[in-house]
């Protein structure tokens, strides 16, 4: 079952420029997580936030959680052409609150022009 | 650094093969994961092991396999390949804790079937 679900599915901005990424899900979690993955690799992880935190920083990410909308955000500031990737939410629900392990999104396909 | 080892980085085998996909981990984690990445379907959890000899279903076990003997290595078995099959497959680990946090990937295995 696919818990949380990104927007957009694509973005193309300027170098320079922020770029905010949105994840929602559908089931009570402990936490969420942001993913970076570039063309044809596997996944890095980039910040991990609880259910209990509304945001959280880490260099130039920034990640908000809102619980009652069920929804979080991901903004990349001063982006550089090297942020070019897919970036993708997971979601660790809550015990038999949805599927168990880690559930991720469908990605947003993030392209930083030059 | 924590390294996540996948044994093939592209694979090609004929339809009706018995498929091995090979993962190992070099940082003692408890939690083993193998998922499948389609294109607009994003990641989809196929198995994880928690523990060695131990495994849990995820969202798409039909047509796979697992095994776990040991601690380091967590294995993907295709009994009879077919072409629904062909896929990118993502390998992950993680330590225990409470939930599923930061998972490591693989660079993952590109398996085509023909």
């Known amino acids: 079952s696919q818990q949380g679900e990104e927007d957009p599915q694509a973005l193309s901005i300027q170098e320079g420029e922020n770029a905010t990424m949105n994840c929602s899900y559908k089931?009570?979690?402990?936490?969420l997580q942001w993913y970076r993955q570039n063309s044809g690799r596997g996944l890095v992880h980039l910040i991990l936030?609880?259910?209990?935190?509304r945001e959280k920083h880490s260099g130039r990410l920034r990640v908000t959680l809102d619980t009652s909308k069920k929804s979080s955000s991901l903004l990349i500031t001063a982006s550089r052409a090297a942020d070019t990737a897919s970036y993708f939410c997971a979601t660790d629900a809550i015990q038999g609150g949805g599927a168990d392990g880690l559930t991720f999104g469908k990605g947003t396909h993030l392209i930083i022009q030059p | 650094d924590v390294k996540v080892t996948q044994s093939s980085r592209y694979l090609v085998k004929r339809t009706g093969e018995k498929v091995f996909l090979e993962c190992v981990q070099d940082m003692d984690h408890e939690n083993m994961f193998w998922y499948r990445q389609d294109p607009g379907l994003g990641l989809r959890l196929i198995y994880f092991?928690?523990?060695?000899?131990?495994?849990e279903k995820g969202d798409i076990p039909e047509g796979y396999s697992v095994s776990r003997e040991k601690k380091e290595r967590f294995s993907l078995i295709l009994e009879s390949a077919s072409t629904n099959q062909t896929s990118m497959y993502l390998c992950?680990?993680?330590?225990?804790?409470?939930?599923?946090?930061?998972?490591?990937f693989g660079s993952g295995t590109q398996l085509s079937v023909l």
């Open positions: 992950a680990s993680s330590d225990s804790g409470q939930g599923y946090e930061k998972l490591f």
């Open positions: 092991s928690y523990d060695v000899k131990m495994k």
């Open positions: 936030i609880r259910s209990n935190e």
């Open positions: 089931t009570s979690i402990n936490n």
